[in-house]
């Protein structure tokens, strides 16, 4: 007997107390006086970072897809999941080297980071993935690599890791929520605001297993 299969959200909500990066501007919802008819309507106002989001290569000051004419084949289909919880400090190619990854084409980096969603303000001590782990991926010929807090470079980072992820027409998929979902095969199904803009989208990203 076949089993339905599973869907998994791991989009965060958005809400005003959602943590945000801190040059960002803030999430804000705001209730408008309800329409002729007494429809009511919300006023949205945010960063394209917000939450659950992509990075384009615009973000990192390369020439790329806009958020209206990304191919989406990159962001549905097979998707592997790693649980890197164990790994203290940078993410490296020595803990990426022995997943097996060669027919790798989507990756999410499940790590300690889930859990900071729950905790009030960005932090800046988050799990991120170091220079070589992102050249290592890189080289693989990974086209998305997506992980669980606002940023996969770290705070202090100067931008070349995003660089190495995007400069070959890859994205970055930040802001996920993977504190439900186990290692593993999955499907990933991920789609952005259709936005005419070169540096992201917020999304929404579901896993089917």
């Known amino acids: 007997m076949s089993h339905p299969p599973q869907l998994f959200d791991i989009s965060v909500s958005l809400h005003p107390a959602l943590p945000g990066f801190p040059q960002d501007p803030p999430c804000r919802i705001a209730s408008v ?12 106002s945010c960063s394209s ?28 289909g097979p998707c592997r999941v790693v649980d890197l919880r164990h790994v203290s400090g940078l993410i490296g190619a020595e803990h990426l080297r022995s997943l097996d990854l060669a027919e790798c084409r989507r990756l999410l980096l499940k790590t300690n ?8 303000g960005f932090c800046m001590d988050y799990q991120s993935l170091g220079l070589d782990g992102a050249r290592f991926l890189g080289d693989l010929g990974i086209e998305l690599v997506g992980i669980d807090y606002l940023s996969i470079e770290a705070w202090d980072g100067d931008g070349e890791v995003h ?18 979902i186990d290692a593993g095969a999955y499907e990933l199904i991920c789609l952005p605001l259709k936005l005419a803009c070169a540096d992201g989208a917020p999304c ?3 896993l089917r297993r």
């Open 33 to 44: 006086a309800a329409q002729a008819g007494g429809f009511h309507v919300s006023q949205l």
């Open 49 to 76: 970072h917000v939450g659950t989001h992509l990075d384009l290569a615009g973000h990192a000051g390369l020439w790329g897809y806009t958020g209206s004419d990304l191919p989406l084949k990159a962001l549905i």
């Open 163 to 180: 660089h190495r992820l995007l400069r070959d027409g890859g994205v970055i998929l930040e802001g996920l929520d993977l504190s439900a």
């Open 113 to 120: 980071n889930s859990h900071l969603w729950q905790k009030p």
């Open 204 to 206: 929404r990203a579901l």
